[in-house]
């Protein structure tokens, strides 16, 4: 479900492929995305992350037919201060829909390229669910608090120029060109003093989110007591 690849000296690649479910997470796939990212982590020899997914999407959140176990939140959240916290650049190429659990992925992330044909949607309201990635800080920071309240309230879509325009992603490409874009991307990065980008991403991510613990402990104490109530 999971692939990584090295597209680049420095780029290690993680490549969803459940193209049948839209990429969608079970917590099998959230636990590959863990080892992986720990992994690189560990890896002297991979200086930026680029994730990705294979398909019409890039993910379209929690798989429906995986049950929102505690178990999958406590991943899902794990994943989130992993890739926060991570020392080594994370970047993200779109293209579809980012749905739920896959929006709130690329929050997690550092520099997101989206093709022209994204959508990012966060409809757990909808469907009676509270997002659990952190999205309930860092949205505001990103969009403001109107734009927040209106996509975590009414989980309306938007089109990748909304989101460009918003600045949820730093560059919409035409569909085609969105692999190119966000490797160079990756490359760019994967050639800079990684000490210095550590330092920068840490600091950044200090001052936009403060307390991530505490903002993701209070995310699941809201999803459970939503579940336990159904």
Known sequence: MLSRRSPADGVLQLHLERP?????LTLELVRELLQAVHHAHEEPGVRVILLSGEG???????DKD?????????ALQHLARVLMDSRKPVVAAVQGWAVGAGFEMLMNCDIVVAADDARFML???????FGTGGVVALLPRVVGLARAKGLLMLGREISAQQAGDWGLVWQVVPRAELEGAALDVAKQLAGADPRLLSQLKSLLHEEAVGDL???????????????SKR
């Open 20 to 24: 049948g479910r839209l990429n969608a």
């Open 56 to 62: 019409r999407a890039f993910c379209a959140g929690k």
């Open 66 to 74: 995986d049950p929102p176990t505690p178990e999958f939140v406590d």
């Open 123 to 129: 409809p757990e309201t909808n469907i009676g669910l």
């Open 213 to 227: 613990a505490s903002i993701l402990k209070r995310e699941a104490q809201a999803h459970v007591a939503l579940n």
